[in-house]
């Protein structure tokens, strides 16, 4: 995800020169490969655990989240990782919060250190979403910093029946796609919706915008 802009003078093909934007990425903590290697570690436990709590074969959990047998498969045993919509989905097959994929300690104060959260990142890396809340600390609320490209859309599946979400505009412009339904936010605004249908998050601005996402699930 894109935070900051650097600008650079480049020769081009005459004796002129040209500025050109070079986009810097913010590193994830506690690291790119590292982290990614954790939180692949930790959804392959998860999911594990939870699909032979269920005694849901991998075949079962396909039909029922919509990813094939082979994905599973290979996110199960550390083979792959999945992306932030492959866990959207797969949490949804076994109708849990997405935090509980993450694993967690519920007993006692849970304590989520900025330096610590695990960003996602979406498939095309344009949407990046920072858990706000440590992993299981409440099963039925979720909190998310969303941050959205310039010009960049994100689709997100539907969630669990009866998943609601609030979300709030921290700065910029935010078009929010519910079903048929279009809104449109600015800074400060937010809306609440229905989130177990399909809803796209919508940057129109020239700039990345930042949103706070809580995700109330139906109990």
Not at 62 to 73: N, Y
Not at 116 to 124: C, T, Y
Not at 195 to 218: F, K, L, M, V
Request: glycine content about 8%; aromatic content about 4%.
């Amino acid at each position: 995800m894109v935070d900051k802009k650097d600008k650079r003078s480049e020769p081009d093909n005459g004796s002129r020169t040209r500025t050109t934007t070079v986009l810097r990425q913010v590193p994830l903590p506690p690291g790119d490969d590292i982290g990614a290697a954790e939180m692949g570690r930790r959804v392959a436990v998860g999911l594990r655990e939870k699909r032979k709590a269920r005694n849901m074969s991998l075949d079962q959990l396909a039909v029922a989240s919509g990813v094939s047998r082979a994905a599973l498969s290979q996110i199960e045993t550390q083979k792959s990782n999945p992306s932030l919509g492959v866990m959207w989905k797969i949490a949804v097959g076994l109708s849990i919060p997405f935090s509980e994929l993450l694993g967690g300690n519920t007993q006692g104060a849970a304590i989520l250190r900025r330096g610590e959260s695990q960003v996602l990142r979406s498939a095309d890396g344009r949407m990046e979403s920072r858990p706000l809340t440590p992993a299981g600390s409440c099963p039925w609320v979720e909190a998310y910093e969303l941050r959205l490209a310039a010009r960049a859309s994100h689709a997100s599946e539907p969630h669990a029946a009866g998943t609601r979400e609030v979300v709030i505009v921290l700065n910029g412009q935010l078009r929010v796609h519910v079903g048929a339904a279009v809104h449109n936010l600015a800074a400060g605004d937010s809306i609440s919706f229905l989130a177990d249908q399909p809803h796209t998050y919508e940057n129109p601005g020239s700039s990345e915008i930042r949103c706070h996402d809580i995700i109330i699930y139906s109990r």
